[in-house]
């Protein structure tokens, strides 16, 4: 049975420029998938309605997944074998829902005379609707047989599987530029996506963030421990949500003042079947974490 | 969207008015004793200064003697220097007949401790400028995954290169973090060629000579703690007329703030004490 939880802060420097938090998240749980699901709005002055814009793919993305698993005997059974053209078509699917849902809301609610009032008329004419909207996205998908999980623009997706270690399975797009953030609003959006598949290996815990989270820690081990610590506090996630939240809270708040989303799903048997070997990795990277320290203050030089 | 199975879908929380009245601590309403997830610790933006040391033979005795006494006083100079919201590292590169650093990787500045150089061998500055175009990228030296500021790059040298140091400076001003970054360099004695150093900053501001070991130290100081100074500064990205500047345009209002202060800094410094390269 798979359990989650989802939570978004608002960044110190989004809070000190009287900017709304453009981050979205969500989870979802069902008794044959999970979905954990957070959307970073680009949040820049052409961008001006990226916080509606990150939600919106936090919907289309939840949506899209509800509709493959619709015949769920079906889709468990081709995924497997053509999971290469089926993950692009979901990619295709979140796309062609987030945009309808922008095209929605844009009708409902034109551009305002103060939006605009922001650019000279040649600025607002040279920017396409979609890029007011402008965010990136990432999901991981649990199911029963096999996890997989897709991104577009900045973002990380952790997930401990059976083996208990911490890993970033993303299998980034070369194709996507990068020096630039790809984005739900590109046009060609749907060919800048990455993606990972696994079918081969059982799934404890998955976490989605944006890239607040990822940029408040000093190293990428840190990252990953980070991940393998809240797996190990799962178990009794009632009274240790708190605890992300006020971890999430400061890391918004002191290290890059970004707004930090971070979504969570898991398998609650598999999780307490793995409990120990969660723990041992825990105190194991503490070890390492030392290890390291102490490899990094040692002198190389020839000295008096 | 189908709500029925959505368990969570969120707004944000905003830090300025949480609810931290189970976690908190008296004084500090970030700071929770029980958090298990403080072991992995939240990094600020941060600053590498790289400083590059000529520890060749003609630096031994007085010259490296000097250098190695300021470095020691210049770390705790420095730990004070990073805005609060900054992370100082420090990465030492020294050259002689070889190159080698002082640490496997930037160390914070909370963390270093000087160790005492020693002179011998030749100069083989291009070697150095190689290696530190090696190093200073993301898959070097600057892999964190924290942002950071563009690094602060201090050369020392007393001579001239015994190698092919153009080879060495054209690769490093390939290189986007050099192109990026705050160069200041000094001169030791009077062997040292202030238009080699210059060419390494890419401008004379940044370049001063130090020929006495009272100038050294009061060089050394001025350099190290206004560039690290500058650097950690986070500089608006837009003007006056609220057009989006690129960094491009950061990178050169730095330096050029750089220059303007260690030029009216060394200035006004004064010392008397006996030239280097008396009785050398």
Redesign the interface.
């Known amino acids: 049975m798979f359990n989650g939880f989802s939570h978004s802060v608002m960044g110190a420097s989004h809070e000190k420029t009287g900017l709304v938090c453009q981050d979205s998240s969500a989870y979802k749980v069902c008794d044959d998938y999970a979905v954990c699901v957070v959307a970073d709005g680009h949040g820049s002055k052409k961008h001006f309605r990226s916080n509606i814009g990150s939600k919106f793919a936090v919907e289309a993305t939840i949506s899209t997944i509800d509709r493959f698993y619709a015949d769920k005997e079906s889709f468990e059974e081709s995924f497997p074998k053509n999971h290469k053209l089926i993950i692009k078509n979901i990619q295709k699917q979140i796309i062609s829902d987030w945009n309808r849902l922008v095209e929605e809301h844009i009708k409902n609610n034109p551009v305002t005379e103060e939006e605009k009032s922001k650019f000279t008329e040649e600025e607002f004419e040279a920017i396409q609707p979609e890029s007011y909207y402008g965010t990136t996205l990432i999901v991981g998908v649990a199911g029963k047989k096999f996890t997989f999980g897709v991104q577009i623009g900045d973002g990380t997706l952790v997930a401990l599987f059976d083996d208990g270690k911490a890993v970033m399975p993303m299998e980034y797009n070369e194709a996507a530029p990068a020096n630039v953030t790809a984005s739900m609003c590109n046009s060609n959006a749907a060919g800048l996506f990455s993606a990972f598949y696994r079918d081969k290996q059982k799934l404890i815990a998955m976490f989605t963030s944006t890239d607040g989270l990822y940029t408040s820690f000093g190293s990428e081990f840190d990252f990953l421990d980070y991940h393998t610590i809240i797996t190990n506090q799962l178990g009794d996630i009632d009274s240790f949500k708190n605890i992300i939240v006020n971890n999430l809270t400061k890391r918004a708040h002191f290290g890059t003042e970004d707004d930090i989303s971070l979504s969570c799903i898991y398998d609650k048997e598999l999780l307490e079947e793995k409990s120990e070997l969660i723990a041992s990795e825990v105190s194991a990277n503490k070890q390492r974490a030392a290890d390291r320290k102490a490899e990094r203050l040692k002198k190389h030089v020839e000295t008096e | 969207?189908?709500n029925d199975?959505?368990?969570?879908?969120?707004?944000?929380?905003?830090?300025?008015a949480?609810d931290?009245t189970?976690?908190s601590a008296a004084n500090d309403p970030?700071d929770?004793d029980?958090?298990?997830?403080?072991?992995?610790?939240?990094?600020?933006?941060?600053l590498v200064i790289f400083f590059l040391i000529d520890?060749s033979g003609s630096m031994k005795g007085k010259k490296m003697g000097e250098l190695?006494t300021v470095m020691e006083e210049l770390i705790p100079e420095i730990r004070k220097v990073g805005e609060a919201?900054t992370?100082v590292k420090v990465a030492?590169l020294?050259f002689s007949t070889d190159v080698?650093?002082?640490?496997?990787?930037p160390?914070p500045i909370e963390?270093f401790?000087w160790?005492?150089?020693?002179a011998?061998g030749v100069t083989s500055l291009g070697a150095a400028l190689k290696e530190l175009n090696v190093r200073m990228s993301r898959n070097g030296f600057l892999?964190?995954?924290?942002?950071s500021f563009a690094p602060v790059i201090f050369l020392m040298t007393d001579g001239y290169p015994s190698d092919d140091y153009k080879a060495g400076l054209k690769e490093l001003q390939a290189n986007s973090w050099y192109k990026f970054g705050l160069k200041a360099a000094l001169g030791i004695g009077n062997e040292a060629n202030d238009n080699i150093l210059a060419e390494f900053t890419g401008s004379p501001d940044t370049v001063v000579h130090a020929y006495s070991g009272g100038q050294l130290a009061q060089m050394i100081k001025i350099i190290a703690v206004t560039s690290s100074q500058i650097g950690s500064k986070s500089m608006t990205l837009s003007d006056d007329t609220s057009h989006?500047l690129g960094e491009e345009d950061v990178f050169a209002a730095k330096q050029k703030l750089l220059g303007q202060q260690i030029q009216e800094l060394v200035g006004k410094t004064e010392t008397d004490d006996v030239p280097f390269d008396t009785g050398w």
């Not at chain 2, 199975?5 to 300025?16: D, E, F, K, V």
């Not at chain 2, 958090?35 to 992995?40: E, V, Y």
């Open positions: 969207m189908n199975n959505i368990i969570g879908a969120n707004a944000a929380t905003n830090p300025a949480p931290y189970a976690n970030l929770f029980d958090d298990p997830l403080s072991a992995t610790g939240v990094s600020r933006k941060s520890t190695n919201d992370e030492v020294t080698r650093w002082m640490y496997s990787t160390i963390e401790e160790a005492r150089l020693r011998s892999n964190s995954p924290s942002l989006e």
